[in-house]
Every structure is written in C-alpha cells, then in structure tokens.
C-alpha cells in the first residue's frame, strides 16, 4: 500500500508540475533578452512577468518532488544509481534556475516601469542596466537546463531502460535529456549558435515537459496495477 501511496502522489506531483511549467512558459513568452530596448517593452506589455517566473520555479519544485517517488521506486541496483544521479543533477539545475529566474523575473521588470517615466539619459542608462541583467543571468539559465532537463533527465530515462520500465518512455528521456545537454552547451560556447527559443521553447517547455507528463502517467498506471 505504501509503495501505491508514492508512486501515485509523485505521478500526481509529476503530472501537475510539467501542466503548471509549460503553462507558465507560455504566458512568459519569448523574451528578445538580445536587444534591451525590446525586452524592456515587452516585459511592460506582460504584468504578470514577474509572477510566472515564479510559477515555472514552484512548478520545477513539484515536478522534482514527483521524480523523487519515481526513482525511490527503482530496484535494480544500477538503475537506482543512475535514478539518484539525474536527481541530484536535477537538484542542482533546480536551484541555479531559481536564482536566475527569479532575478531576471524581477529585474526586468522593475527596470521596465522605471523606464516608463525616465528622461532620455536616464531611459539610456536603464536599457544598459537591462543589458547588464541578460548578460549575467544567460550563463546561469544555460547551466541550469544542462543540469534540470539535460543530464537530469538523461540519467532517469536510462535508470528506467535499466529498471525494465517501457522502452520507448527510458529512451526517449535518454533523447530528450542528451539533445538538451548538446544545446545548451553549444550555446554557452557559442550564443549566436542556434535561437535560444528552441532551446529554452522547443526542448525545456515543451518536449521535456512532455516526457515529464508521460513518466507521471506511467507512475499512475503503475500505481494502480501494483494496487491491484
């Protein structure tokens, strides 16, 4: 009974955590963080710029809590090393993203209302703190999808390959996982590399948070089948 209780509370967990992420990515929007006078006025048309950045963190939150369940479940012996090893990667990615998000979240836009009523020198000197902002927080956000949803993910699509779990669910964590790591490294070594919306878009809201919303179904169905 107690190993139905966990896997269904992470399903759950996992479920709700990729739902609330993605949505939360999708009010977020693209930020043009490449041209400071554009994100300026596109964070000033998004109020709820500041609260989604904190959504998409709580969301990553309870999205880990459920992978926690998920790899607890794990028997064999390697798998369950390889489980704890893209948690404690993921861990790690976690809190650099809270960090980074949470500063760019707020930076922007309290820059943007500033700029609202600035003179032109002082509109020019806020576009350069905005400057300042994107460059600092770039480096982070890179390393924290490396870690959240590149090796994290990577390493618990092979624990699963590892544990028996369904074939094509381990793998394509493995493709997910891998193909993120790839960009976001390629990025960090070369920021004109690629869009960053694909990585950031494509790959971090949308295809790892589908894989995270198919690994919380199987918890479910798990769950049940154990119970029954």
């Given amino acids: 009974m107690a ?7 992470g399903g759950i967990c996992v479920v709700l955590g990729a739902v609330a992420f993605t949505t939360a990515r999708l009010l977020h929007g693209d930020t043009p963080a490449a041209h400071a006078e554009a994100a300026l006025h596109f964070v000033a048309s998004r109020p709820s710029y500041a609260a989604v950045h904190l959504v998409a963190v709580f969301a990553a939150v ?35 993203f ?7 979240g707020l930076a922007l836009p309290e820059l943007s209302a500033a700029a609202e009523h600035a003179t032109p020198e002082e509109r020019a000197d806020l576009i350069g703190a905005a400057h300042a902002v994107a460059a600092a927080t ?59 919306a694909l990585l950031y878009g494509i790959l971090g809201s949308v295809l790892a948070q589908l894989w995270l919303l198919a690994a919380g179904l199987t918890m479910l169905r798990r769950a049940w089948a154990d119970r029954s």
Avoid: C, K, N, Q
Avoid at 78 to 83: E, I, R, W
Avoid at 85 to 94: D, E, R, Y
Avoid at 167 to 196: I, M
């Fill in 3 to 9: 190993h139905f209780s966990h896997l269904r509370t």
């Fill in 62 to 96: 309870l999205t880990l809590a459920g992978l926690v369940a998920l790899v607890r479940s794990l028997t064999r012996p390697s798998a369950a090393l390889l489980g704890r090893a893209g948690l404690a990667s993921s861990m790690v990615g976690l809190a650099v």
């Fill in 98 to 104: 809270a960090v980074e998000s949470t500063s760019e």
């Fill in 138 to 196: 770039h480096g982070p956000s890179l390393i924290a999808m490396a870690l959240l949803y590149g090796i994290g993910l990577a390493l618990i699509g092979a624990a699963l390959v590892l544990h028996d779990a369904p074939a094509w669910l381990g793998w394509a964590g493995v493709a997910v996982g891998t193909v993120t790591l790839l960009a976001a490294s390629g990025l960090f070594l070369s920021p004109s590399l690629f869009p960053g």
